[in-house]
C-alpha cells in the first residue's frame, strides 16, 4: 500500500542521514519529494539518488530569505504541501567554560528560530489535512555534558512542537516531533572533534544505550513516515523516543 500517495513532502535536511533515508521511505511510499540542502554538491547527488521526480533547494533554515525562495519553489512546483518535516540541525559541542553567546545563537537561529520561521512561511501551503514532523533529540532527556547548548535549542523545538500542535488543530494540521538518539549519521562528523575522539566518544555512548548499538536512520525515516501518513490520523502533540531505550531504562 502506497501510504502518501499524491502527497508532496519537503524534508529540510534531506543531503544525508537521517533527511535522506526519510526521503526514500517517503518515494517509495508514493510521495513527491522536494529536499533541502546548503551544500549544492550533496544536494545534487542526494537529487540523484533519490531519482526523478525528487528537486532539490538550496537553502540555509537560519536565512528568511532562503525560506521565502523555498517557499516560493514549493508553491511554483507543486502548489500545495502536504507533510512538513524541518529536520535540519545543527550540533556543535562546548564546555560551559567555553561558550560563547555566537555558539548560542548560532543553535538558537537553525535549530529553534529557523524552525518556526520554516513552518511559517510554508504554512500557507500545508493541506487540511496535513502533517508536521519536527527533530528534536532524546539528550533533551539526559544530562550530556558539552551538549546544553545543542540540547537547550532542542527542547525549545519540542516545545514549539507541542504548542503548535494546539494552534494549527483547527487547520486539520497534526504536529509531532522526533527525538532520536545516538544514530549513524554525517553530522557527528561535524562535532570539530579528531576522528580518534569521535570514535572513543561514540564508545562511551554505545556503552549508555541498552540495546548496545547507535541507530540505523532508516529506523528514524520508519517513525516520520508514520506521523507522516493517515496511519497517525490522530496523533499530535506526541514526541517519538527513539534511542535504544537509553532515556527510559
Request: hydrophobic letters at 45%; a neutral charge.
Amino acid at each position: 500500500m502506497l501510504r502518501l500517495k499524491n502527497k508532496v513532502a519537503l524534508i529540510t535536511g534531506g543531503t544525508t542521514g537521517i533527511g535522506f533515508s526519510t526521503a526514500q521511505a517517503f518515494i517509495a511510499a508514493g510521495a513527491k519529494v522536494a529536499i533541502t540542502g546548503q551544500n549544492p554538491e550533496r544536494l545534487k547527488a542526494a537529487v540523484d539518488a533519490l531519482g526523478a521526480g525528487t528537486i532539490g533547494i538550496q537553502a540555509d533554515q537560519s536565512n528568511i530569505g532562503d525560506l521565502d525562495v523555498l517557499a516560493n519553489q514549493i508553491a511554483e512546483n507543486f502548489g500545495k504541501l502536504d507533510v512538513l518535516f524541518v529536520n535540519a540541525g545543527i550540533v556543535k559541542t562546548a564546555a560551559l567554560t567555553e561558550i560563547t553567546p555566537e555558539h548560542v545563537n548560532e543553535h538558537l537561529s537553525v535549530n529553534f528560530t529557523g524552525v518556526l520561521f520554516t513552518i511559517q512561511r510554508l504554512l500557507p501551503l500545508l493541506n487540511n489535512p496535513s502533517s508536521i514532523i519536527l527533530t528534536s533529540t532524546a539528550f533533551t532527556e539526559m544530562g550530556m555534558p558539552g551538549m546544553s547548548v545543542y540540547s537547550a535549542s532542542k527542547a525549545a523545538t519540542r516545545s514549539l512542537a507541542r504548542t503548535l500542535s494546539a494552534e494549527l488543530l483547527p487547520r486539520g494540521i497534526r504536529v509531532n516531533c522526533v527525538s532520536p538518539g545516538p544514530v549513524e549519521t554525517p553530522i557527528f562528523g561535524k562535532l570539530g572533534l579528531a576522528p580518534e575522539i569521535l570514535q572513543a566518544m561514540a564508545g562511551q555512548i554505545v556503552g549508555k544505550v541498552p540495546m548496545a548499538r547507535l541507530g540505523k536512520p532508516e529506523e528514524i525515516a520508519r517513525a516520520v513516515l508514520f506521523l507522516a501518513s493517515e496511519d497517525s490520523s490522530y496523533v499530535t502533540g506526541q514526541d517519538f523516543v527513539i534511542d535504544g531505550g537509553m532515556a527510559a531504562l
